[in-house]
Each structure stands twice: as structure tokens, then as C-alpha cells.
């Protein structure tokens, strides 16, 4: 079974400052898949970026970067610049990459409580 | 407009009446699945479905049960909750050999 971990529960940031967010994974699967959602207080869950296990190069979406490091199975969120509209709950999950595509079990972590201080 | 749809969106009800959190997706995507979200521990995967017919136990399945006999809906059924049952319910959805999901606007539930 895979366990999802984030030791953070909450962090905070200057707004403008850059913040990184850390999520730890075990798993023996070697094909799977990563991601970071973002869920404000309206409750909606939010793509934020992901990260195929097969690529070695980090994903990157906009302000939002990963650090992933399969070996030590790590998956840390790096926000750049940060805003005031990133306040949010951080969530880490992993998908195991099934044989037949989609998507079978997720597992997610226990989330990082973001807030950001103008 | 591609959407993620749950009903209702808060319920309260009482221990043992049974109820039905209806979760429908206008995109044609073949996998669907339900969550609970609860304080300190994250979302956990209830139930998920890869297609008409076909579901499978997720991490947290007991008390719960799901059908799949169309593909744009997938309702949760709670045939006697409990008040240890009071969450917030997400349903998500996933088009073929695409691993991202879309979730709904999740549906709070309070078991009296």
C-alpha cells in the first residue's frame, strides 16, 4: 500500500516571497503518477501541477514548481512569488499508473495549511 | 460547460436513514470516484469505478456502497449512516488514459 506524508501542517509566507511545501511518498510501484492540489476556502479541489514518475525533468506550471526526487521519493511544491489568492490547503496525492490507462487507487496526504501575509 | 456535478450539496440526517449522494459528469469520462475529506486526515479514496459495471474498493469502503450503471453518474449509497459517516463526500471524474481528475463541489454531510 502506498502512505503519502506531509510534515508540514502549516506554513506561512510574506506575500512576494517564495515558499516550498514538502510531501514524501513510499511506494514499490516504479510507474505512478504525482500531484499537488490547491483547495481554498470554498472547498474546491484544484489541479496545482504534476509530475510523471517516468520523467526526470521537474514540472513546472507558471509560479508553481516541483523538486522530485524518485530515489528518495520525494515530492516537494515550490511557490514563487507568492500571493495573497494562494492562501489554500496543500494537498500531495499519488496515483499508481494502471496497465490498461486511467487511473485505479489514489492516496493523498494529509495536507500543509498555506497562509500567505500581505 | 464540462462539469462535476453532487447532490445535494449539505445534508443533516439521523442515524440509520438511509440516503443517496448522486455525483454526475457531462464529459464522458469512463472513471469516477468518491472521496472523504475530514480534519488532519486528508482525502481518502472511498470507491472508485473504471467503467459501466466495473468498481473497486478504494482505502476507506465500509458503510458504503456505489453503482455504476450509466456512465455519467456514480451515487453513493449510505444504507444506515453513522455519525462516525459525518465528512465532506468529493466525487471526481477522469477521462480515459488521463491520470488528472476533476472533482465536484463536494456535498457535507452531518449524521445525527
Known amino acids: 500500500a502506498q502512505t503519502v506524508t506531509q510534515s508540514q501542517p502549516e506554513m506561512s509566507v510574506q506575500e512576494a516571497e517564495t515558499v516550498t511545501l514538502s510531501c514524501t511518498y513510499d511506494t514499490s510501484e516504479s510507474n505512478y503518477y504525482l500531484f499537488w492540489y490547491k483547495q481554498p476556502p470554498s472547498r474546491q479541489m484544484i489541479l496545482v501541477i504534476r509530475q510523471e514518475a517516468y520523467k526526470q525533468q521537474n514540472a513546472t506550471e507558471n509560479r508553481f514548481s516541483v523538486n522530485f526526487q524518485k530515489a528518495a521519493k520525494s515530492f516537494s511544491l515550490k511557490i514563487s512569488d507568492s500571493q495573497l489568492g494562494d492562501t489554500a490547503m496543500y494537498f500531495c496525492a499519488f496515483m499508481k499508473q494502471s496497465s490498461f490507462g486511467g487511473y485505479q487507487k489514489v492516496t493523498f496526504g494529509t495536507g500543509t495549511k498555506l497562509q500567505v501575509i500581505p | ?112
Open chain 2, 1 to 112: 460547460e464540462a462539469q462535476v456535478t453532487q447532490n445535494p450539496r449539505y445534508l443533516i440526517t439521523v442515524t440509520g436513514k438511509k440516503l443517496t449522494v448522486t455525483c454526475s459528469q457531462n464529459m464522458n469520462h469512463e472513471y469516477m470516484s468518491w472521496y472523504r475529506q475530514d480534519p488532519g486526515l486528508g482525502l481518502r479514496q472511498i470507491y472508485y469505478s473504471m467503467n459501466v459495471e466495473v468498481t473497486d474498493k478504494g482505502d476507506v469502503p465500509e458503510g458504503y456502497k456505489v453503482s455504476r450503471k450509466e456512465k455519467r453518474n456514480f451515487p453513493l449509497i449510505l444504507e444506515s449512516p453513522s455519525p462516525n459517516q459525518t465528512s465532506l463526500y468529493f466525487c471526481a471524474s477522469s477521462p480515459p488514459y488521463q491520470e488528472t481528475q476533476y472533482f465536484g463541489p463536494g456535498t457535507r454531510l452531518l449524521v445525527l
